[in-house]
């Protein structure tokens, strides 16, 4: 993990510019949120670039935090909701995009800009036209074209780009870490472990949640799973270990508290919990804002998922004191001490899984211990007030480079070829749409009996 030893210098309040792909709730904004708050107010001015409004700009309009909204787009899309058409417009509007983050960076003399996920690269072109160093904060693993995510660039450009575009770059884990370092040998990339702001979740659980009065489970135990249904979730594995436990025990139901993300998905796993007559103890509740209380009256939390950079819902749960059982799925293992704050269990392991929810839900003594020791080494390890000095660390360490990135003239040139490019191919797709209509209405024309009637009488 990054050295945060107090260096010892004073310098001049930095004027730091965080660049962001979205505005919710989700852990990328929160890892954010937590940063904003905690960061030294004296010696960092923190500006926020946002797409749009949202629950992040609201948070953050609480704690002063200047906020620009600006166009920004996402280069890792997920396929089912992005398609050809979003690919040339996020083409011919990226040098407009860019530009117009080049004159926020000067308007504001920005001194550093935090590229706060792989998603946007506006940020990083922009730096590097203004000559502005550049710190690219990495949440994941990113392998190209999948169900989870895409990329419009080989994987292996993707990564030269984010060598060729950053003065440093922080990763969430050892696990991202080690994931990165395939593609970028010779870069020293850093890991910063994100940290939970303990005490607005103490003070958030501390409400009423109305989830058992909701669903009718007074007297159940509660399992449950946060995160959007997507596949890299694996909530079809959670589902199926649910459905293990549900045959032993009656006493017991499981949420899944998210938004449905993948649409077909959701259709398909509560076909099969309606299959298996478990409808009333598998409960897809839907994104919630009561999540901290949920937790609070939770007795087992589950991370099901395939892979996961560093996900705060097993940090919430530490904090909550509750035991997890996740999967051997990257950042998760970083966090939980298998035997001690909970259990690991293989990826798409669902008897495994089951198993481990078995002895805890069995065993309340151990279920209780587990929670007591996540609750400590969250406290110890993961503060908000740890996360926030490692940023603080790496902001000064950059500027103690003095590393004053020159303005490359042959980027402007890049994006507005580039934007040429996206120009041609939306004017391309709007043509092919205009002869496809043609084609149509050309066949549904002669297929009219008038149009017959003509050609017949021309004929004689």
Not at 73 to 102: C, K, M
Not at 202 to 226: M, N, T, Y
Not at 260 to 272: A, F, G
């Amino acid at each position: 993990m990054l050295n945060c030893s107090e260096t010892g210098k004073t310098i001049p309040r930095m004027n730091v510019l965080i660049v962001m792909h979205g505005a919710g709730s989700g852990g990328v904004e929160k890892s954010l949120r937590t940063l904003c708050r905690y960061c030294s107010k004296e010696k960092f001015r923190l500006i926020v670039a946002l797409p749009s409004e949202g629950p992040l700009k609201r948070y953050l309009d609480e704690l002063n935090i200047k906020i620009v909204i600006t166009s920004i787009d996402t280069w890792t899309p997920i396929p089912f909701h992005f398609g050809e058409r979003h690919y040339f417009q996020f083409l011919s509007n990226l040098e407009e995009r860019i530009s117009a983050l080049v004159e926020i960076i000067n308007k504001e003399n920005i001194d550093i800009v935090h590229s706060s996920t792989l998603s946007v690269a506006d940020g990083a072109f922009a730096a590097k036209i203004a000559g502005v160093p550049h710190l690219w904060h990495i949440h994941g693993k990113s392998v190209g074209t999948t169900n989870a995510y895409g990329s419009y660039l080989p994987i292996e450009t993707l990564y030269a780009l984010v060598e060729n575009l950053s003065t440093e770059i922080i990763a969430v884990s050892n696990d991202a870490r080690n994931f990165l370092k395939k593609y970028l040998p010779w870069q020293d990339v850093r890991v910063i472990y994100n940290g939970i702001d303990i005490e607005e979740t103490d003070r958030l659980s501390a409400g009423p949640s109305l989830i058992r009065d909701e669903f009718k489970l007074h007297k159940k135990k509660l399992v449950s799973l946060v995160g959007r249904i997507a596949e890299v979730k694996g909530i079809e594995d959670y589902v199926e270990a649910a459905s293990r436990v549900l045959k032993d025990r009656d006493d017991v139901a499981f949420l899944v508290i998210g938004s449905d993300e993948d649409k077909e998905l959701t259709t398909k796993i509560q076909s099969r919990i309606e299959a298996l007559s478990l409808s009333d103890r598998i409960i897809f509740t839907g994104r919630r804002n009561d999540v901290p209380e949920i937790l609070h009256q939770t007795d087992v939390f589950v991370c099901s998922s395939k892979t996961e950079g560093f996900p705060y819902s097993v940090l919430e749960a530490m904090a909550a004191q509750k035991p997890v059982v996740t999967t051997r799925c990257g950042g998760p293992e970083e966090i939980v001490v298998d035997g001690t704050t909970g259990f690991h269990v293989g990826v798409r392991r669902s008897a495994e899984m089951a198993l481990a929810l078995l002895r805890l839900l069995d065993d309340d003594q151990l279920a209780r211990k587990m929670g007591l020791k996540g609750r400590e080494l969250v406290e110890q390890k993961f503060s908000a007030e740890m996360f926030a000095k490692c940023f603080e660390e790496t902001y000064m360490r950059i500027l103690d480079k003095k590393r004053q990135e020159t303005p490359n003239p042959w980027t402007e040139v890049l994006l507005e070829l580039t934007s040429t490019v996206g120009n041609l191919g939306t004017r391309t797709r709007h043509l092919e749409n205009e002869v496809r209509d043609l084609r149509s209405f050309e066949g549904l024309f002669k297929n009219n009996f008038v149009y017959r009637g003509l050609r017949n009488l021309l004929r004689r």
